[in-house]
């Protein structure tokens, strides 16, 4: 009997490891640039320039990349549909990094006024007004959406991976396939030989016996091997 061959080794999930690695180093950088700047004053000192960054219009933003390079690691340690559900999560990730940048590209209408919270300013001030940069947040978008990609391959599975699963996982079929194996085998040559030790144990499970290499009655109309 000869042993099966080794399965080939799945393969590496480089595509999105390297999407999230690329969305983790956008979000960070992101949150360390100035989203917005807010010009205030007050009335009895100079006029006040304060500049807001990501991370702190966006105070999850530096976590959020974080996460995604803690999901670069969990990629490697988990497999099949644990690794599906990590790419549900990491799309869900995904989307909440994106709806603050988004929110502030297309104007949500507030901006003033939050800058002026955000930049804890004294009772008396007041904003006079408030620059948006749009640059960071359309990186932080842009981070968000290679993430996307990211969750998105992570939870698929091709046809003949999922095929392979399948059969491989569920031992009646791997029974009734070992079984079918031994039967063909013996059919064409007489004998079960050679065949993996684990199709041999599978259509034992089965119960085919594969060392009954017994053929049909001779034209005497006995079976070989056997005495009337």
Do not use: C
Not at 22 to 44: E, I, K, N, P, Y
Not at 124 to 129: D, E, F, I, L, T
Not at 131 to 151: F, R, Y
Not at 155 to 177: K, M
């Amino acid at each position: 009997m000869t042993d099966a061959p080794a399965p080939a080794p799945a393969a590496k999930p480089v595509v999105p490891v390297a999407l999230l690695a690329l969305a983790a180093a956008g979000l960070w950088a992101s949150s360390r640039m100035t989203w917005v700047t807010v010009h205030s004053a007050d009335g009895l000192t100079e006029p006040r320039t304060d500049d807001l960054d990501g991370a702190t219009w966006f105070g999850a933003l530096t976590p959020l990349a974080l996460v995604l390079v803690a999901s670069i690691a969990a990629v490697f340690a988990v497999k099949g549909g644990l690794r599906q559900l990590l790419g549900v999560v990491i799309a869900v990730v995904a989307a909440v990094a994106a709806v603050p940048g988004f929110a502030l590209v297309v104007g949500e209408g507030r901006t003033a006024e939050r800058a002026g919270q955000l930049a804890e300013l004294p009772v008396r001030a007041v904003v006079s007004s408030a620059d948006v940069h749009p640059a960071p947040a359309v990186l932080s978008i842009l981070a968000a959406a290679l993430a996307l990609v990211a969750g998105v391959l992570l939870t698929r599975r091709t046809g003949e991976n999922a095929q392979l699963s399948g059969t491989y996982d569920n031992p009646v079929f791997r029974r009734a396939d070992a079984s079918a194996q031994v039967s063909k085998q013996r059919d064409e040559t007489g004998t079960s030989a050679p065949l993996s030790d684990r199709v041999l144990w599978d259509a034992l499970d089965a119960g085919t016996d594969p060392t009954d290499t017994a053929e049909g009655p001779d034209d005497d109309g006995k079976s070989p091997g056997r005495t009337p």
